[in-house]
């Protein structure tokens, strides 16, 4: 099962821009928030992306072209975290390089990695939070559009 995604940003401006470029999505979602702060993503989401740095406090590892779901213990998430996040991709020698290659690639394992664990567990992640600040680096909204359209096509 592929979940919904959520794009979160602070900028209402950038919630616009996104909400603009994927309105013919229906599984696409957006939250503003007041500050994006990593362990704090908005209420609602069942995992949170996030780069591999920020997730090493709940087990995150470099695993080359892979994502990992972490559980994330109910101490922190009574803090305000998700249930789980999914971490970022280390890349591997071969892939393409860029800005737009390498969002290609973390947008296709992240939710790959979802889709493998839905298929396992009873309590499925039904909705994946992205901060946006992560897709949009040298990406435009429109660039990420394809992207999404061609993870729901693969």
């Known amino acids: 099962m592929t979940p919904k995604i959520v794009l ?17 999505f229906d599984d696409v979602g957006f939250a ?12 609602g989401i069942d995992a949170i992306f996030l780069v591999l ?20 213990p109910p101490e922190d998430q009574q803090k305000g975290m998700t249930p789980y996040v999914v971490t970022g991709v280390a890349m591997r020698p071969e892939d393409p390089e860029g800005p737009l290659p390498e969002t290609r690639q973390l947008i ?7 889709r493998e664990f839905n298929v396992q567990k009873a309590y499925p992640i039904n909705k994946l939070g992205f901060w946006a600040f992560n897709l949009l680096k ?17």
Request: hydrophobic share 45%; net charge negative.
């Open 8 to 24: 979160i940003d602070s900028e209402q401006a950038t919630i616009d821009d996104l909400a603009t470029a994927f309105r013919e």
């Open 32 to 43: 503003k928030v007041d500050r994006v702060i990593y362990t704090a993503p908005p209420k």
């Open 53 to 72: 740095p920020a997730a090493e406090k709940w087990g995150a590892r470099p695993i080359p072209g892979r994502c990992q779901v972490l559980k994330i």
């Open 108 to 114: 296709i394992t992240a939710i790959e990695a979802v």
């Open 138 to 154: 040298g990406v435009t909204a429109a660039q990420l559009v394809q992207v999404f359209l061609e993870v729901s096509e693969g």
